[in-house]
């Protein structure tokens, strides 16, 4: 298996984890959010972790927070390599 392919495992692993949390949180912290809106890019993701950071407990801004410095991680890792 190739770098590549593990980044990319990599990637979709924290891509799965933050639609989780979008679905988790729909009710309590994306009430203006569409019912059928997962994000597609980079940016999107990091504006709605920082809306659940921003509408969320502590306990959600936690899991927000430590899934977009993954998606930070692995955003700087792909534009590097």
């Known amino acids: 298996m190739s770098t590549?392919?593990?980044e990319?495992?990599?990637a979709q692993t924290i891509y799965d984890e933050i639609d989780k949390l979008i679905e988790q949180n729909?009710?309590?912290c994306l009430w203006f959010v569409?019912?059928?809106y997962?994000?597609?890019t980079t940016e999107e993701r990091l504006?709605?972790?920082?809306?659940i950071e921003r509408h969320g407990n502590r306990a959600t801004f936690?899991?927000?927070?430590?899934l977009r410095d993954c998606l930070l991680q692995i955003s700087n890792e792909t534009s590097a390599g």
């Open 4 to 6: 590549i392919d593990t």
């Open 62 to 66: 936690v899991a927000a927070r430590n």
């Open 34 to 36: 569409r019912t059928d």
């Open 26 to 28: 729909r009710v309590n």
């Open 38 to 40: 997962f994000p597609k």
């Open 47 to 51: 504006s709605i972790l920082r809306d």
């Open 8 to 10: 990319l495992r990599d």
